[in-house]
C-alpha cells in the first residue's frame, strides 16, 4: 500500500541553523501539506501546496519557512534560521484529487537546541 | 473561521468497555468534511474516517461507529469492547474544501485514551 515517507525522523539542530525536511508524498497525489506539533498539543497546519504553488500557508508560516517540490516525487519544507520554539514534530501529508483525507508520513522530530 | 472542539482531554477505561469520543465543529460552510485520526503512541498520524457534510448515514466499521449530527454540529466516535490496542490519542478535524485553497485540516485538540487490562 502506497504510504507517505519522511527523512530524517529525528533532527538535531543548533538555533540559528538552516533545515530543510523532506517528505516524498503517494505518488499519484496533487496537493501536499506540511503541520506541525509541539509536543502533548494539537496538530497544526503550516502550509499547503498544489500545482506547483503554495495555495495556503498559515500565520505560523512566516518568512522563515519555505517549501519546494524540486522534482517529480520530493517534497520540503526548509527553514531559515531555527528557533528554540520551532522544536515540534513536523508531519508531511499528501491527497488526491478526488477525496479529501489526508494521508500523513511518519514525521520529523526536529529538536533545536 | 472552523474550529474543531475535543473537550474530553483523556479519557481511562477498562479492556471491553465501550466509550464515546466527543467532538463539536464551527464551520460557516455549507460543504465540510470531518475526519477522525489515532495518533498511537509511536506518533504516526493514522487516518480512519472521514464524513461529509451532505451525508448524515451513521457509519460501523468493526467496533467502531461514528455518529454524525449536524443539528448539534458534532461528529462523535465510539470503540466497542475497548482493548489495550485502542489506546492512543485521537483527533477530530475538519476540512472546508476550496478549490484553490487545498483544503487544510483543522484539528481538535484531541482526546487520550488509555484502555486498561
Known amino acids: 500500500e502506497p504510504e507517505v515517507t519522511q527523512t530524517p525522523s529525528h533532527q538535531v539542530t543548533q538555533m540559528g541553523q538552516e533545515v530543510i525536511l523532506r517528505c516524498v508524498p503517494i505518488s499519484n497525489h496533487l496537493y501536499f501539506y506540511w503541520y506541525r506539533q509541539i509536543l502533548g498539543q494539537k496538530v497544526e497546519f503550516l502550509v499547503s501546496?498544489?500545482?506547483?504553488?503554495?495555495?495556503?500557508k498559515s500565520e505560523i508560516f512566516d518568512d522563515q519557512f519555505s517549501v519546494e517540490r524540486p522534482d517529480g516525487s520530493n517534497f520540503t519544507l526548509k527553514i531559515r534560521s531555527t528557533k528554540l520554539e520551532d522544536s515540534a514534530m513536523y508531519f508531511c501529508a499528501s491527497r488526491g484529487w478526488t477525496f479529501y483525507e489526508q494521508y500523513f508520513g511518519p514525521g520529523t522530530r526536529l529538536t533545536v537546541t | 473561521a472552523q474550529k474543531v472542539t475535543q473537550a474530553q482531554t483523556e479519557i481511562s477505561v477498562v479492556e471491553k468497555e465501550d466509550v464515546t469520543l466527543d467532538c463539536v465543529y464551527e464551520t460557516r460552510d455549507t460543504t465540510y468534511y470531518l475526519f477522525w485520526y489515532k495518533q498511537p503512541p509511536s506518533g504516526e498520524l493514522v487516518f480512519l474516517i472521514r464524513?461529509?457534510?451532505?451525508?448524515?448515514q451513521n457509519e460501523i466499521s468493526g467496533r467502531y461507529s461514528w455518529n454524525f449530527q449536524k443539528s448539534t454540529s458534532s461528529f462523535n466516535f465510539t470503540i466497542t469492547a475497548s482493548q489495550v490496542v485502542d489506546s492512543a490519542v485521537y483527533f477530530c478535524a475538519l476540512s472546508e474544501p476550496q478549490e484553490t485553497s487545498g483544503s487544510r485540516l483543522t484539528f481538535g485538540e484531541g482526546t487520550q485514551l488509555t484502555v486498561n487490562p
Open positions: 501546496f498544489y500545482n506547483n504553488e503554495i495555495s495556503e
Open positions: 464524513r461529509n457534510s451532505f451525508d448524515e
